[in-house]
T-cell receptor, first 115, second 115 residues
């Protein structure tokens, strides 16, 4: 049973560039959430996708956008990168409905460095 | 609104000693509570969760936690620390209703285990 996978594992960009991160959920899951984890901090919720729509959003600017595909995989896009966007980006998947929907399983993350 | 407070950023114990990592939460609705562990350069692994069933929850690797509503706490314990327990530990809270709910994390506690 494949867990949550993310690509790429590492990425280096320069200020002002755009980046796309990818996530495939755990088999059988239909909901994907994205989190940003700055160095030495706990993860911060960016947004959540279910049925190809953004369902919840954290306190992140519009430069952060996403997409969910019919196969439940998801992308996170960040435009006009800032130095402060350097972080570990974590994808988590879950199954909507019932108590199981409250348990999120995380991928290994994509480490983004903005120079 | 929900929040988590993890007291202390670093806990050091001797191998074989009791591990106690503290977590206090604030939630305007009945919460679900989670402990995750993060090893260096990895994603988050679910240790255990409280979803309104038994208040004493047992997880993987010998860890357990007790939900105490009167104290708004969900402290993580392990009777005997092992060197392999050295990692970052995060407590998280979510709402108990709704199809899906975002996780709000604490800042994390680094656990060191001395030989």
């Amino acid at each position: 049973d494949a867990g949550v996978t993310q690509s790429p594992t590492h990425l280096i960009k320069t200020r002002g560039q755009q980046v796309t991160l990818r996530c495939s959920p755990k088999s059988g899951h239909d909901t994907v959430s994205w989190y940003q984890q700055a160095l030495g901090q706990g993860p911060q919720f960016i947004f959540q996708y279910y049925e190809e729509e953004e369902r919840q959003r954290g306190n992140f600017p519009d430069r952060f956008s996403g997409h969910q595909f019919p196969n439940y995989s998801s992308e996170l896009n960040v435009n006009a990168l800032l130095l402060g966007d350097s972080a570990l980006y974590l994808c988590a998947s879950s199954l909507a409905g019932s108590d199981r929907g409250k348990t999120q399983y995380f991928g290994p993350g994509t480490r983004l460095l903005v120079l | 609104a929900q929040s988590v407070t993890q007291l202390g950023s670093h806990v050091s114990v001797s191998e074989g000693a009791l591990v106690l990592l503290r977590c206090n939460y604030s939630s305007s609705v009945p919460p679900y509570l989670f402990w995750y562990v993060q090893y260096p350069n990895q994603g988050l692994q679910l240790l255990l969760k409280y979803t309104s069933a038994a208040t004493l929850v047992k997880g993987i690797n010998g860890f357990e936690a007790e939900f105490k509503k009167s104290e708004t706490s969900f402290h993580l314990t392990k009777p005997s620390a092992h060197m392999s327990d050295a990692a970052e530990y995060f407590c998280a809270v979510s709402a108990s209703f709704g199809a899906n709910s975002k996780l709000t994390f604490g800042k994390g506690i680094t656990l060191s285990v001395r030989p």
